[in-house]
């Protein structure tokens, strides 16, 4: 401001400058502050549309044999639906959060590669322009576009020209291999910063679990969108150059594709869930007042999970013909990730007991978290059981577990995420009230429909199918299902208000409004282009606590 | 016994598909781990959430709080080590639970008097053949109750999936990819269910029809389903229609010019109640307004709009309802 001001010439405005010169600050910016912030806000610009997408979807399914929107557009909604919200709103949402706060919380005053951090944002980006280009362009059918149907999995050979002519594939393709670059170049840099960039005296075992779960989450990452990537480009080869790995009309093989698919699509489920056990591991401490209770056994379950996640993936085959040997074997890896799941639930439970817990939003959203990841985690172990999967899989009741994991799992940890760190992003305090509002609605639209959402599951509903007959049991639970979604809807348009309004008439927040104890509290609200004045030096995991309690340090203990 | 047994009496008057009724061994098997699977995780539902539940009343601040912090704890193994041996054990009597379903099942043998079917999945419909019995059929399955029905499960196109929940587990039919499952079932009756592998723009209406029939009444079916179709010179008109437009480049009608495999066969299409797999009733009415535009019942079916004329829809349909 000051230098703003001394610089400034006599006589020019120097407070509102034209909004280009603004656009352009965050069109060519490499702050990791500034990224984090746009990879956020178009997680949330695509949640949007993909809820949306979704309402659709419900509003088909409110009665059997409904006619509001066509087979196909029907087919078109849930594939978008399901790679929008993966790809465009989960992966932007979880790198936006770990842009942000990795460099603050090992106190670096930016990120390892930040020029890469901007170019592999653009990339993400693009990825979903792409796919949503396809509702517009293309040569496809004459005012539909070329919407992929393919399903957000793609199971070969739907894919294959035979199946899918015209662009609609390339589309989904395209979009996913230019993403998958994306999200590929930001592990890379968080891999490179978190190793190389932490500050003074914060050795591995002092880092923030935050920064824990980025470094395996990252990992992953490299691990699992490498066969993803490598898949779409394979499957270019097939549509394009004669290839014939898909292509099942000539020899090759659907199996192989999922193979390809799952061994990315389930570690991917961690990739997502990782930063949402960080976001809790930050948030329950705070509001119990408490340390994290059995910090090392965190870790390690935390990369136990990173280890075992990768060989689980056939158990979304359980239905397409395995050995007796692979439906145990991917039965017990399945399994075995509930021990160090359970863990952590354990752990975060442990740090609650004795605490004094205050409930302000995002503690809430923690709370929600733990009783809804505890379901989550519950009917994905009755999922591991091959057997019973003969039954359940590509039904309804996966489709309710899957986003039980996802919504109140990752995206109830993500809200808490948004209420805790929205003050330091801002320097702006949201609304309490509102926040309630946000939680409340939304936690009783969530339960009403995806509570429901199980039993026509296992009443012989199978996902995917744009309308359903009459005289099943699935009529009135489908009301309900969909009843729920009004809630939800209210509560997400609650939020987004109370984002933006707090922006613009929030009270100042100060440095740290929570009374935390990681080093992104230690530098002001917004933290400067520079972030911390001084980089700091920490003694233990918790150095603000360190500084507050200067009788009762960390350090003494750790 | 928990959650899943309420569920079962109740759905199965509700459901003819709920997985809690089930009808044949395979879907006992699995409904018995189920019911053991699903007993267990309430059980660890009601412990746990309890213990969250406790703790989040228990210690929440108190509006006479003295604004100290409350003692730091870091940790405790034998704690950790409690926690994570009893998980341990928990998972592998689930384990050995869901390996003794899984080798009933998929480990059982074929006995050599048991009945074969070929499955092959077609977008969006199924076919049915007999083999060594001369029957092909489509969309509605006959299989004898009490007795080991063996599928041998092919696609013609894309992925599907074979799922009819009361008599058993589904598995999918992928192309160049051959699998088997087998069935059981212990009562007659209709039993229904429905593709459950997105297979394209028709998924949604890809409907499974299994008849359990008793003996007699299978083998009285086996041998009606294996003759050739009737040659009646009153209906030769609508026969001449159908032998000369395309009709034949995809249906078969035993006993005639018309070869097909890329539709149902027709054979005795009138001795089927549904039309389209499962989508409308069998009138000769539907049936003219599925050959005038098959989309009515199911936009995207395959089957194009043959774009006859009034009278000549008339003969055909007429020709093809006397197909029984």
């Known amino acids: 401001m000051s230098t703003a001001d001394t610089l400034a010439w006599p006589g020019t405005r120097t407070t509102s400058r034209p909004l280009v010169d603004k656009l352009q600050e965050w069109v060519t910016t490499v702050d990791h502050k500034r990224l984090g912030i746009l990879y956020i806000a178009y997680a949330l610009f695509f949640l949007v549309v993909a809820g949306i997408e979704a309402t659709v979807m419900r509003i088909q399914l409110i009665r059997p044999h409904n006619a509001f929107v066509s087979p196909q557009n029907f087919n078109r909604l849930f594939t978008m639906h399901g790679t929008t919200m993966i790809f465009f709103v989960a992966m932007p949402l979880v790198f936006g959060f770990a842009n942000y706060l ?25 990825g979903g322009l792409i796919l949503h280009y396809s509702l517009v362009g293309g040569y496809g059918l004459y005012g539909a576009g070329t919407v992929p149907d393919v399903g957000w999995w793609a199971y070969a050979p739907l894919t294959a020209k035979t199946f899918s002519p015209g662009h609609s594939s390339d589309y989904w393709t395209l979009s996913l291999l230019v993403s998958g670059f994306g999200s590929i170049l930001t592990a890379v840099n968080l891999i490179a910063t978190t190793i190389s960039m932490r500050c003074r005296g914060m050795t591995l075992g002092k880092m923030p679990l935050l920064a824990w779960l980025s470094l395996v989450m990252a990992g992953l990452v490299i691990l699992a969108v490498g066969p993803l990537t490598a898949a779409q480009i394979m499957l270019l080869i097939d549509r394009y150059l004669g290839g014939h790995f898909f292509d099942t009309q000539a020899g090759g093989s659907a199996v192989l594709w999922m193979h390809f698919f799952w061994i990315f699509g389930h570690p991917e489920v961690y990739v997502l ?22 910090y090392p056994i965190m870790v390690a379950a935390t990369i136990a999970i990173g280890f075992i ?14 050995s007796v040997g692979g439906h145990l074997f991917f039965t017990v890896t399945t399994m075995a990730i509930a021990v160090p799941t359970g863990i952590k639930i354990f752990n975060w439970l442990a740090t609650m007991w004795g605490g004094k817990i205050y409930f302000k939003a ?7 978290f733990l009783f809804q990841f505890l379901i989550a985690g519950l009917t994905g172990v009755m999922l591991a059981s091959s057997a019973f999967t003969w039954q359940t899989a590509g039904s309804y009741f996966v489709v309710a577990h899957f986003h039980y994991v996802i919504i109140g799992g990752i995206l109830f940890a993500a809200f808490g995420a948004f209420y805790y760190w929205y003050p330091k992003m801002t320097g702006r305090m949201y609304s309490e009230t509102l926040a309630k509002w946000h939680f409340w609605l939304f936690l009783i639209g969530f339960h009403v429909t995806f509570d429901t959402m199980h039993i026509p599951g296992l009443l012989g509903m199978p996902r995917r199918i744009y309308t359903y007959e009459p005289g099943r049991g699935w009529d009135t639970l489908n009301l309900i299902v969909t009843i729920g979604v009004v809630f939800q809807a209210a509560g997400v348009l609650t939020f987004v208000f109370n984002l933006v309004r707090s922006y613009l008439r929030g009270r100042p927040a100060g440095s740290d409004p929570w009374d935390a104890w990681t080093l992104e509290w230690s530098t002001t609200s917004p933290p400067p282009e520079y972030n911390f004045a001084t980089i700091p030096t920490v003694k233990s995991r918790r150095p603000l606590w360190d500084l507050k309690h200067p009788e009762d340090p960390d350090w003494k203990y750790e | 016994m928990s959650i899943g047994a309420v569920l079962g009496q109740s759905a199965s008057p509700l459901s003819p598909t709920s997985i809690f009724a089930p009808a044949s061994t395979p879907a006992q098997t699995i409904f018995d781990l189920s019911m053991m699977v699903i007993a267990l995780v309430v059980a660890i539902f009601v412990i746990v959430g309890g ?38 054990i928990t998972v592998l009597v689930l384990f050995l639970a869901t390996a003794r379903a ?29 083999p060594g019995k001369k029957v092909v059929t489509a969309n509605e ?53 429905q593709c459950a592998q997105y297979c394209g723009t028709q998924h949604g209406m890809m409907l499974l029809r299994i008849y359990v029939d008793s003996r007699t009444d299978f083998d009285r079916w ?7 179709a009737r040659a009646d010179d009153a209906f030769a008109e609508g026969r001449k229609i159908f032998e000369q437009t395309a009709c034949i480049n995809c249906h078969a009608v035993a006993g005639t010019a018309a070869n097909g495999r890329f539709g149902p066969d027709l054979t005795h299409l009138m001795s089927r109640e549904t039309l389209g797999a499962g989508v409308v009733r069998n009138t000769p009415e539907n049936l003219r307004r599925w050959i005038r535009r098959p989309d009515d019942f199911k936009p995207g079916s395959l089957m194009p709009p043959m774009g006859l004329t009034e009278q000549q829809l008339d003969a055909v349909t007429t020709y093809l309802a006397s197909l029984r």
């Open chain 1, 102 to 126: 990795v460099p603050l919380m090992i106190g670096a005053r930016d990120m390892a590669f930040p020029r890469l951090n901007a170019f592999s944002f653009w990339l993400t980006a693009f």
């Open chain 1, 273 to 294: 869930i990782l930063p949402a056990f960080a976001f809790v591991s930050e948030i329950v401490p705070v509001f119990s007042r408490k340390a994290m209770f059995g």
């Open chain 1, 309 to 322: 996640s990768c060989s689980v993936w056939a158990h979304h085959m359980f239905s397409v013909g395995m």
């Open chain 1, 362 to 368: 995002p503690m809430l959203f923690c709370v929600a």
């Open chain 2, 51 to 88: 213990l969250i539940a406790y703790s989040v009343v228990k210690f929440r601040k108190r509006r006479n709080d003295d604004g100290r912090e409350p003692a730091q704890v870091y940790g405790s193994q034998q704690v950790e080590l409690a926690w994570t041996i009893i998980p341990v």
């Open chain 2, 102 to 130: 899984v080798l009933a099942v998929q480990g059982a043998s074929k006995p050599k008097d048991a009945v074969e079917v070929t499955v092959v999945g077609h977008q969006f419909w199924w076919e049915y053949q007999y």
């Open chain 2, 141 to 193: 399955l006959h299989v004898p109750v009490g007795e080991k029905t063996f599928l041998k499960l092919l696609s013609a196109d894309t992925d599907h999936s074979f799922w009819v929940p009361r008599l058993g587990g589904k598995t999918d039919l992928v192309p160049n990819h051959p699998n088997q499952m087998w069935i059981e079932p212990r009562e007659t009756g209709l039993f229904l269910g």
């Open chain 2, 222 to 228: 086996l041998k009606e389903q294996a003759t050739l």
